[in-house]
T-cell receptor, first 115, second 115 residues
Framework: DAGVIQSPRHEVTEMGQEVTLRCKPISGHDYLFWYRQTMMRGLELLIYFNNNVPIDDSGMPEDRFSAKMPNASFSTLKIQPSEPRDSAVYFC?????????????FGPGTRLTVL | QKEVEQDPGPLSVPEGAIVSLNCTYSNSAFQYFMWYRQYSRKGPELLMYTYSSGNKEDGRFTAQVDKSSKYISLFIRDSQPSDSATYLCASGSGAGGTSYGKLTFGQGTILTVHP
């Protein structure tokens, strides 16, 4: 398996622009997580899905952030409008309840810079 | 107070040293405890997984959980330069419903093992 796939790997944009991050989870996994990582705050859970349904979005910073999972093999995290304080590395992770553990498998991340 | 607290370091040790990494947690519902390793500019990857209290050993790595004191530890014996990375502890309740699958991460400890 190719693992969790994220695109783009790097994104540089200007304040006010819309940013869309993409994730393809591991095939067969029924949980998908979006995290943000910064030096100051560490790894923060933004939102997670189970069977394509959002379960907990309490970590989403504000209305500028939105996430969707239209099918089991694709999810997006959108920031509109983007701000410099959104600069961070955004990770997608997936897991499977069938394994009876909470082990999450992470993608390589998208490094976002908002100028 | 964060549910999982971890000293961010940085920690620098000579090759061959024994490394001790620690976390504390506050949520009594946590049952699963993990250590993730994250190399620079990569996503976190699972290193050790422990259920409830006790020890688990895997090669040079030993994970310990003391639920009575809510303390999580990772020991690395005969540390190598290739162990240089950020180590993140994570905990989950594994409960049913909306809590399943969700992990809470510590801040991460930056470890450097120098030759």
């Amino acid at each position: 398996d190719a693992g969790v796939i994220q695109s783009p790997r790097h994104e540089v944009t200007e304040m006010g622009q819309e940013v869309t991050l993409r994730c393809k989870p591991i095939s067969g996994h029924d949980y998908l997580f979006w995290y943000r990582q910064t030096m100051m705050r560490g790894l923060e859970l933004l939102i997670y899905f189970n069977n394509n349904v959002p379960i907990d979005d309490s970590g989403m910073p504000e209305d500028r952030f939105s996430a969707k999972m239209p099918n089991a093999s694709f999810s997006t995290l959108k920031i509109q409008p983007s701000e410099p304080r959104d600069s961070a590395v955004y990770f997608c992770a997936s897991s499977s309840r069938r394994g009876n553990t909470d082990t999450q498998y992470f993608g390589p991340g998208t490094r976002l810079t908002v100028l | 107070q964060k549910e999982v607290e971890q000293d961010p370091g940085p920690l620098s040790v000579p090759e061959g040293a024994i490394v001790s990494l620690n976390c504390t947690y506050s949520n009594s519902a946590f049952q699963y405890f993990m250590w993730y390793r994250q190399y620079s500019r990569k996503g976190p990857e699972l290193l050790m997984y422990t259920y409830s209290s006790g020890n688990k050993e895997d090669g040079r790595f030993t994970a310990q959980v003391d639920k009575s004191s809510k303390y999580i530890s990772l020991f690395i014996r005969d540390s190598q330069p290739s162990d240089s990375a950020t180590y993140l502890c994570a905990s989950g309740s594994g409960a049913g419903g909306t809590s399943y699958g969700k992990l809470t991460f510590g801040q991460g400890t930056i470890l450097t093992v120098h030759p």
